[in-house]
């Protein structure tokens, strides 16, 4: 969001009485309305209070997925994702519980006035993060794959740049893990259409993320 009037179109536009603060694929838009049903664009916003790490598994999926938990002193990047908490998403998310989030856990990238505006919408509205429900590294048997980290930092890409790409990597923990790269046939269910150019820049900011 550019504008004020960018602004006033989006929130004029959403009429969901939640706010999911997306911190995974979510921020992904292809992700996000083809798997997830959600076809609003995101805000980008840091979220103040909680740590995302390479934490959650699927068990049935054989894969390890970021999770975010309650820190003092955490913080993550995300975006603000108007959504219904429908059985359809609350199932998607069965590896997490939704906690609250008030405003003042919250910055936005920004101007003043933009802000402002933002912050009266989301009084409206109630706000949660999808915590996670256990702390599991990921593993040999429970990988992390490239198709979900391309996922997630494509969506960064396309809506902050590679600024925000470098956040989402500097606000997760656990890089060091069990990572399978199947780019070529993705084995995590809700992969993005990503932008081929993508793939070099995510690799390089892998290999230097400073």
Known sequence: MESIAQLERWMTAISEPHIVLGYGSLMNGDSRSRHSGIPHDGVEVEVFGFERGWITRSEPELQTYVGAYQKKDGWLNAQLVPTHLDPALQKREQDYRFTPVTIDQLNFELAD??????????????????ES?????SSADYPVHQSYIDTCLAGCLELGGEAAARRFIA??????HHRVNDREAPRYPRAAVVNPAYFAVIDQLLDNPS
């Not at 429900?133 to 590294?137: A, R």
């Open 133 to 137: 429900l256990k702390v599991e590294p």
């Open 171 to 176: 606000s997760t923990t656990g890089w060091q």
């Open 113 to 130: 006035d933009l802000t402002e505006r933002l912050i009266d919408w989301l009084k409206l509205r109630d706000i949660w993060i999808c």
